[in-house]
């Protein structure tokens, strides 16, 4: 690379190379406006010092296939607890090294060493607005989008910031909003003791409150994959996809 670089010529190659492998979301943007008041944020920026650019980087449901692929390939995925996380540091990784030189990587699935603020940085990135409900709700999307990688970047490259807007009808909100409480003390109870509790299905439902994105909505055994983790979910869709 030569000269100065640019928005174009940094970050237009890593995200066609994402593309190919079904993380079809890069979002750039300026770190240096972002006002996030998080203790997880402050230790982010001491790992990546004076680096002036962002990048959040996710996927729709377009991922979906790309990732049985991958496993296909991989026979050893199933000895793994995490096989997609394992997927999106590879290949993330990759692009990374391929295009964007001095990056800083940091992983959304992370909770350990460090944790990214991703609700936070979405909403502050202009990315997806953080609704009432706890979901970052994207204007194309809705609430069908996962973010897997935020990346740190030196150079500046002159990227406005631009404020997330709520795509969703005020009435939306207001009743994303009441069951998101209801599920909220029904899952308190739970811990207290109570025989109450909540399932995965209870929160999809949740979910699927929303209107915007609705054609964006994952497949039945993606979104049970996505909120189980259950491998004989990928087990059966490899099956399928053999034919057997």
Known sequence: ???????????TPFQMQLRAHGFDIVHPFPLQP??????????????FGDARTGLLVGNTRALW????????????WSSSDHPLDDYAQQVITQAAADHLPGAHLF??????????????LCHESGLAYLSRGRFNVHQEYGPWFGMRAFVALPPDLGIPLVPAVNPSAPAIEDLVAARFDALRARA???????H??????DWLKLRDLYEVGRRHRYTPPQVRYHYTKDQTVLEA???RQAGV
């Open 196 to 201: 109450i509790r909540t399932t995965w299905e």
């Open 1 to 11: 690379m030569t000269g100065k670089p640019t928005a174009m010529t940094m970050i």
């Open 65 to 76: 296939v790309h990732f049985l692929e991958w496993l296909e390939a991989n026979p050893a």
């Open 237 to 239: 869709e490899l099956a």
């Open 188 to 194: 308190s109870d739970g811990l207290n003791g109570k």
């Open 107 to 120: 992983w959304t699935h992370e909770i350990h060493d460090y944790i990214v603020p991703v609700q936070r």
């Open 34 to 47: 972002l006002s996030i008041d998080n203790p997880h944020f402050a230790r982010l920026a001491s790992r």
